[in-house]
């Protein structure tokens, strides 16, 4: 039985070695309804939604349907302290009524640590969500994604992808 201890030490070595490049985070066809909203207070008078669809595998949203969105999904990858996390959101030109702001947030296990606030009514553009871990991801952990404002407006959000340095 000489190949099983060459078959572990094959194992151990994998295991031991460094990880290098990009992996995806989060799969867009995951996104599911979650009620964990890391901004509670922004909740007054509104009820969370979970509309959205795929295009191209791009997550869109739009907030005539769904004006206040939460969606969460388990982290797919492990994320090490010093891993960069990036993605991106875009949006069409935003309109309201009034002037307003629109939030976009991701949090992860109910920890924010990305948002970004744009004035409306205003014109296309977008943001792009690059942080570095200060603390580590475990696989599964609860990715979210929270956004609204006021408004009949398309938001597109990019999928997420970790890179080890």
């Known amino acids: 039985m000489p190949t ?5 030490s094959l ?3 994998s295991a031991c ?3 290098e490049g990009s992996f995806v985070v989060t799969d867009p066809g995951a996104w599911r309804a979650t009620a964990v909203d890391p901004f509670p207070e922004h909740a007054e008078g ?7 669809w795929l295009e191209d595998g791009i997550v869109e949203v739009d907030t005539g349907d769904c004006p206040y969105l939460l969606i ?3 982290a ?14 875009l949006w069409d030109t935003l309109f309201a009524e009034a002037p ?16 970004e ?10 943001a792009r969500l690059e942080l570095t871990l200060s603390e580590p991801i475990l696989p599964g952990a609860q990715i979210a994604w929270h956004l609204h404002n006021h408004g009949l407006n398309r938001w597109n959000l990019l999928n997420l992808t970790l890179t080890a340095p």
Not at 100 to 115: K, M, N, Q, R, V
């Open 17 to 19: 070695a460094p990880r």
């Open 117 to 126: 606030r744009v004035p409306v009514p205003s014109s296309s553009g977008w």
């Open 100 to 115: 307003a702001e629109a939030h976009i947030a991701l949090s992860i296990d109910g920890e924010p640590l990305w948002e």
């Open 46 to 52: 509104r009820v969370a939604c979970a509309d959205h």
């Open 76 to 89: 797919q990858v492990e994320g090490l302290v010093g891993d960069m996390i990036s993605g991106g959101v």
């Open 72 to 74: 969460a999904q388990p």
């Open 11 to 13: 194992l151990l070595l």
């Open 4 to 8: 099983r201890p060459l078959h572990l």
